[in-house]
């Protein structure tokens, strides 16, 4: 699942509009590389994590 509320900066644009995904069962986050980035129309970044 990915956070609620808060935003981190993307690497590749340096803006802040990442969204880290979150481990469901602990609450912990999943490492950096995995997460969306909410600016879709220039780019969008979307790195989703293989769930079993």
Request: with cysteine; proline share 6%.
């Amino acid at each position: 699942m990915l956070e609620k509320g808060s935003k981190n900066i993307l690497p590749d644009c340096s803006k802040k509009t990442f969204v880290r995904y979150v481990d469901m069962e602990t609450g912990d986050y999943l490492p950096e590389q995995y997460g969306r980035c909410d600016r879709e129309s220039n780019g969008s970044f979307n790195f989703k994590p293989l769930f079993r």
